[in-house]
């Protein structure tokens, strides 16, 4: 069985690390005559292409490459590339001592001369990178088109030698590399002319600043950045009595009285402060917002927002629109959408959105959050509306208003229908509330709070929520026939007697 020949990247692989550990030429070396100057076979090709190297290293007359001892800088000494300088005013026919200049040996012994480069890579080369994108094009070529693959890849690897031939003057991988790719295009009897290898993908470019200097403050390029997908969202809304819709897409309606945290988080605190809606009502409405943005370093200084019914500012509780003077205090602004009515709070750092608005005599909240920052908390932070929604005995129906006023319930139907027509948990709300309150302004609470939704939600299907028997319950046809009949019943007998 005869063995598999060698893949040709490592064989012009095994060139390079030929030329830069063993000192092995590709061109038969010839010997120096004595006081002349050594060359290789091939070298006058070499340097009428310019491939002769500027800082070549310099050997002494009289001596053959192939015995040139190992130098100081632990290399050997392969090729007598040698320039030549005539110095102004030097006799003709005379060679002047200077630098490329060969002089007679000393000793016996071929030196390396002062100045000489030693053959290292040069910073500004890129053979090494040529050669990792030959060795990728190659790797796993199979099939029938194997040899045409294999010529564009060869094609591609000679470009790309050919663009850094200048920065690689003097460097020997280069030189072994240009030398095998000749070699290896003959034995595939491939072209010089033709189609070449798409060239690999490359990753974006290092960022000399780094990327947490610059784009920490941006939640979604950071997601992005480390984990290759953009981040997801959730969604969590208090609005009229109030009604609660969490980041599970659960909805409760809640007799909560006092301070309760909607948030509370390693990056945000939201707390609502709730009243009677009138007195001596179980239902609530929300009458104040308090809204903390927690410390973080490099984007904002700890910002605090406040809401009250009948104040609602465009601006933090220190006047202040944004973060602060930090470098990303920009990731952080707030804006007035409509004059108090409606107010946004962009935090960019934390990939978060707030909108805030009051309708009638109560105010509404809602948010989008990346679900990593809704998650951030501990067991001790486990108090949170948005989170777990309303506790189980701060729950109540919204149908008990139907039993108390059936015709009030009908015209607060009527009303809400107008702004919302689909019948969902916020046309139950809304309704909810207009009878309870008695103010017709709760219709635009359920409005406000549904259009947040359509801008705030991941998954649009999700907008519409359904709760079977959990709203007033509207008037059956069989229902209002019997109360005519009834109504006919007693008109006749008013007439009889």
């Given at each position: 069985?005869?063995?598999?020949?060698?893949?040709?990247?490592?064989v012009?692989?095994?060139?390079v690390?030929?030329w830069?550990?063993?000192?092995?030429?590709?061109?038969t070396?010839?010997?120096?005559?004595?006081?002349?100057?050594?060359?290789?076979?091939?070298?006058?090709?070499?340097?009428e292409?310019?491939?002769?190297?500027?800082?070549?290293?310099?050997?002494?007359?009289?001596?053959?490459?192939?015995?040139?001892?190992?130098?100081e800088?632990?290399t050997?000494?392969?090729?007598?590339?040698?320039?030549?300088?005539?110095?102004?005013?030097?006799?003709?026919?005379?060679?002047?001592?200077?630098?490329?200049?060969?002089r007679?040996?000393?000793?016996?012994?071929?030196?390396?001369?002062?100045?000489a480069?030693?053959?290292?890579?040069?910073?500004?080369?890129?053979?090494?990178?040529?050669?990792?994108?030959?060795?990728?094009?190659?790797?796993?070529?199979?099939?029938?088109?194997?040899?045409?693959?294999?010529?564009?890849?060869?094609?591609?690897?000679s470009h790309?030698?050919?663009?850094?031939?200048?920065?690689?003057?003097?460097?020997l991988?280069?030189?072994?590399?240009?030398h095998?790719?000749?070699?290896l295009?003959?034995?595939?009897?491939?072209?010089?002319?033709?189609?070449?290898?798409?060239?690999?993908?490359?990753?974006?470019?290092?960022?000399?600043?780094?990327?947490?200097?610059?784009?920490?403050?941006?939640?979604?390029?950071?997601?992005?950045?480390?984990?290759?997908?953009?981040?997801?969202?959730?969604?969590?809304?208090?609005?009229g009595?109030?009604?609660?819709?969490?980041?599970?897409?659960?909805?409760?309606?809640?007799?909560v009285?006092?301070?309760?945290?909607?948030?509370?988080?390693?990056?945000?605190?939201?707390?609502a402060?709730?009243?009677?809606?009138?007195?001596?009502?179980?239902?609530?409405?929300?009458?104040?917002?308090?809204?903390?943005f927690?410390?973080?370093?490099?984007?904002?200084?700890?910002?605090?927002?406040?809401?009250?019914?009948?104040?609602?500012?465009?601006?933090?509780?220190?006047?202040?629109?944004?973060?602060?003077e930090?470098?990303?205090?920009?990731?952080?602004?707030?804006?007035?959408?409509?004059?108090?009515?409606?107010?946004?709070?962009?935090?960019?750092?934390?990939?978060?959105?707030?909108?805030?608005r009051?309708?009638?005599?109560?105010?509404?909240?809602?948010?989008?959050?990346?679900?990593?920052?809704?998650?951030?908390?501990?067991?001790?932070?486990?108090?949170?509306?948005?989170?777990?929604?309303?506790?189980?005995s701060?729950?109540?129906?919204?149908?008990?208003?139907?039993?108390?006023?059936?015709?009030?319930?009908?015209?607060?139907?009527?009303?809400?229908?107008?702004?919302?027509?689909?019948?969902?948990?916020?046309?139950?709300?809304?309704?909810?509330?207009?009878?309870?309150?008695?103010?017709?302004?709760?219709?635009?609470?359920?409005?406000?709070?549904?259009?947040?939704?359509?801008?705030?939600?991941?998954?649009?299907e999700?907008?519409?929520?359904?709760?079977?028997?959990?709203?007033?319950?509207?008037?059956?046809?069989?229902?209002?026939?019997?109360?005519?009949?009834?109504?006919?019943?007693?008109?006749?007998?008013?007439?009889?007697?």
């Amino acid at each position: 069985m005869h063995p598999l020949p060698p893949h040709p990247a490592l064989v012009v692989l095994g060139r390079v690390f030929a030329w830069l550990n063993l000192g092995g030429s590709i061109s038969t070396p010839i010997p120096c005559p004595a006081g002349g100057r050594g060359r290789s076979k091939g070298s006058e090709e070499e340097e009428e292409r310019g491939l002769l190297p500027e800082a070549a290293p310099r050997l002494s007359a009289g001596c053959e490459p192939s015995r040139v001892p190992r130098t100081e800088a632990g290399t050997w000494v392969t090729r007598s590339w040698v320039t030549r300088t005539r110095q102004p005013g030097w006799p003709p026919g005379k060679e002047p001592p200077g630098p490329g200049v060969l002089r007679k040996p000393t000793q016996g012994s071929c030196r390396m001369q002062p100045g000489a480069a030693s053959g290292h890579v040069s910073s500004q080369c890129k053979i090494l990178r040529c050669n990792s994108e030959y060795v990728a094009a190659t790797l796993n070529l199979r099939g029938s088109g194997r040899t045409a693959a294999y010529c564009n890849a060869l094609r591609s690897y000679s470009h790309c030698t050919r663009k850094t031939a200048r920065t690689c003057r003097g460097d020997l991988a280069f030189h072994s590399a240009v030398h095998g790719i000749e070699d290896l295009m003959i034995q595939n009897n491939c072209s010089k002319e033709g189609p070449t290898s798409p060239p690999r993908p490359r990753p974006p470019a290092p960022n000399h600043q780094g990327f947490e200097s610059l784009d920490i403050c941006d939640y979604e390029k950071s997601f992005l950045y480390k984990h290759g997908q953009p981040p997801s969202y959730q969604h969590c809304a208090a609005f009229g009595d109030p009604h609660i819709r969490t980041f599970h897409d659960d909805f409760h309606t809640c007799r909560v009285e006092g301070s309760w945290p909607l948030l509370d988080n390693d990056y945000l605190f939201v707390q609502a402060t709730s009243a009677p809606v009138a007195k001596g009502s179980n239902a609530t409405v929300t009458s104040k917002l308090t809204i903390i943005f927690k410390n973080m370093k490099e984007c904002i200084d700890q910002k605090v927002y406040q809401a009250e019914i009948g104040n609602l500012p465009a601006a933090f509780e220190d006047g202040s629109v944004n973060g602060g003077e930090r470098p990303g205090g920009s990731s952080l602004a707030i804006r007035e959408l409509s004059p108090g009515r409606h107010v946004e709070i962009r935090a960019q750092y934390i990939g978060t959105t707030i909108a805030v608005r009051q309708a009638g005599r109560q105010l509404s909240f809602s948010i989008r959050v990346a679900e990593e920052v809704a998650r951030a908390f501990t067991e001790e932070q486990d108090l949170q509306l948005c989170v777990g929604g309303c506790p189980r005995s701060q729950r109540i129906s919204r149908s008990e208003c139907c039993s108390r006023s059936r015709g009030a319930a009908e015209e607060a139907r009527a009303l809400c229908k107008e702004m919302l027509p689909v019948e969902d948990v916020y046309f139950q709300s809304c309704v909810f509330d207009v009878v309870t309150s008695g103010d017709a302004n709760f219709t635009m609470a359920a409005h406000g709070a549904l259009e947040d939704a359509r801008l705030f939600l991941p998954d649009a299907e999700k907008l519409h929520i359904f709760q079977a028997g959990a709203g007033c319950p509207h008037a059956s046809p069989s229902f209002l026939l019997l109360l005519l009949l009834l109504a006919a019943s007693l008109w006749a007998l008013q007439s009889h007697f």
